[in-house]
T-cell receptor
């Protein structure tokens, strides 16, 4: 069964902290995406990738790095977390016409 | 500038009633439009996708319309159930290829009460 798994589901860190969010897909999809969701806004694209070793910049990339180590695994890195990065983060895989979303990671930066 | 506007922001209906959610957008080009359901604290689950210039789809108690000339879509939910309580998100894809982007609305929060 097609799946996108995110970990952790919840994370609390302090300002200036280092955070890594993980995403694994078992769908053999080339494309993977990281989005953030904030109240009153639609999902906004942070970074995306079309294969292992590839990285593309999204619409709100500032403060975020990402790395695609394998076709299955896509990581989002916050090296100096700030309170403005408190959000619900979603990973997705698949093409633009039929993306599959993970369950989300809720990140709080205190 | 927000390119996908959903209304109402929130809606309360009684179980068994019907409801209609609206989506207006300015995305150009507009290749397709998809409606998602998002339960609280969960991921987005696709309900239906619309592609044609004037399109209609049906998926059980969910039905949707799209008018690309008006850049407008509706999602109808018939005979609502308590499990329909969720946020419904309208998403417009501007291309049919990997070069495209998805444009997300902020969602309509639907609450179904007994």
């Amino acid at each position: 069964e097609a799946a996108v798994t995110q970990s952790p589901r919840n994370k609390v860190t302090v300002t200036g902290g280092n955070v890594t969010l993980s995403c694994r897909q078992t769908n053999s999809h080339n494309y993977m995406y990281w989005y953030r969701q904030d109240t009153g806004h639609g999902l906004r694209l942070i970074h995306y990738s079309y294969g292992a070793g590839n990285l593309q910049i999204g619409d709100v990339p500032d403060g975020y790095k990402a790395t695609r180590t394998t076709q299955e695994d896509f990581f989002l890195l916050l090296e100096l977390a700030s309170p403005s990065q408190t959000s619900l983060y979603f990973c997705a895989s698949g093409d633009i016409q039929a993306p599959l979303f993970g369950e989300g990671t809720r990140l709080s930066v205190l | 500038k927000t390119q996908v506007e959903q209304s109402p922001q929130s809606l309360v209906v009684r179980q068994g009633e019907n409801c209609v959610l609206q989506c207006n957008y300015s995305v150009t080009p507009d290749n397709h439009l998809r409606w998602f359901k998002q339960d609280t604290g969960k991921g987005l689950v696709s309900l239906t996708v619309l592609v044609d210039q004037k399109d209609k789809t049906s998926n059980g108690r969910y039905s949707a319309t799209l008018d690309k000339d008006a850049k407008h879509s509706t999602l109808h939910i018939t005979a609502t159930l308590l499990d329909d309580t969720a946020t419904y998100i309208c998403v417009v894809g501007d291309r049919g290829s990997a070069l495209g982007r998805l444009h997300f609305g902020a969602g309509t929060q639907l609450i179904v009460i007994p």
